[in-house]
């Protein structure tokens, strides 16, 4: 199986994505990922969701709101950060915005007068390091290769620092088997206890939800959708009431169910 996920080569979702697929193919943005998957260029597809430091990564989750896609699987992998350069006199340091991010602690502390450079991903940003002497990067330390020196290791401000991939596959193989799900809501509503509501459909019927995120619906200012994800798998009849009345609370705008799915945790 082939999968798509964000490039290039070296970045933690390639390292998530090595536990899916053969082989990976690479795109330089998340929406360009889920396009792919979408539009069945790729069967699967590995996107960043979120991070126990910095929370969600929004544009995947504007892109998948957006797409016709399934959820078949979560990837929680540890996320443990290294500065890499020619040398230690560099000027900017180079990294995916959630990277630079999880290190803030680290790099105003140890390089307080470093400009940072947010790049596309923390590959790119090692590359960046690569070509250009002033230019340090953060990434997974594996990344260093020839030229590049590994100048400090796990500098993410926390140890326990870990991020979440979503795997996209076609909407046909959408699933109602797993222990997890994931839903978007839009109410296409604005009332008193309308998210009241959208909550107790879950707790009356004892399930618990794992994360639940506003975004901006785009339509209008304070009008948003909700990106909701509860254990239990859509076979279970708890589940379905618990979305038959989301549905009804629901009724002015729409129900995305994007399935069920287990999770796996990657060690590298
Ligand atoms: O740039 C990368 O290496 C990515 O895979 C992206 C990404 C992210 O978007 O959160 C993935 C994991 C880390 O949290 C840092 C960056």
């Not at 390292?15 to 990976?24: F, G, H, K, L, S």
């Not at 995947?60 to 959820?71: F, K, Q, R, S």
């Not at 991903?121 to 990434?139: F, H, K, L, Q």
Request: proline share 3%; glycine share 6%; net charge negative.
């Amino acid at each position: 199986m082939q999968a798509v996920t964000l490039g290039p080569a070296g970045t933690y979702s390639h390292r998530a994505a090595r536990a899916v697929a053969d082989e990976v193919a690479f795109r330089e943005s998340v929406s360009a990922i889920v396009d792919a998957v979408d539009t069945g260029t790729y069967d699967r597809g590995v996107v960043p969701i979120e991070n126990s430091i910095e929370g969600s990564v929004t544009e995947t989750l504007d892109a998948i709101a957006d797409a016709n896609i399934a959820v078949t699987r979560e990837i929680v992998t540890p996320i443990r950060h290294a500065l890499l350069a020619q040398s230690d006199s560099f000027s900017t340091v180079a990294s995916h915005s959630q990277a630079l991010a999880q290190c803030r602690t680290y790099l105003e502390t140890e390089y307080p007068n470093a400009t940072l450079e947010a790049v596309t991903s923390t590959a790119r940003g090692v590359e960046r390091a690569r070509e250009d002497a002033s230019v340090a990067g953060i990434g997974h330390p594996d990344n260093a290769g020839d030229g590049l020196r590994v100048l400090a290791e796990d500098i993410q401000d926390r140890s326990s620092n870990a991020t979440r991939f979503f795997v996209l596959a076609p909407a046909s193989e959408r699933s109602d088997a797993g222990g997890k799900s994931t839903v978007v809501v839009y109410p296409n509503a604005n009332y008193p206890g309308l998210l009241l509501e959208l909550l107790e459909a879950f707790a009356e019927r004892d399930i618990n939800l794992s994360r639940i995120e506003s975004r901006p619906s785009g339509n209008r200012l304070g009008d948003y959708l909700f990106h909701i994800d509860f254990e239990a798998g859509l076979y279970e009849e708890r589940a379905q009431e618990a979305l038959e009345s989301v549905d009804d609370i629901a009724s002015r705008g729409w129900v995305k169910r994007l399935g069920s799915y287990d999770t796996q945790h990657v060690l590298y």
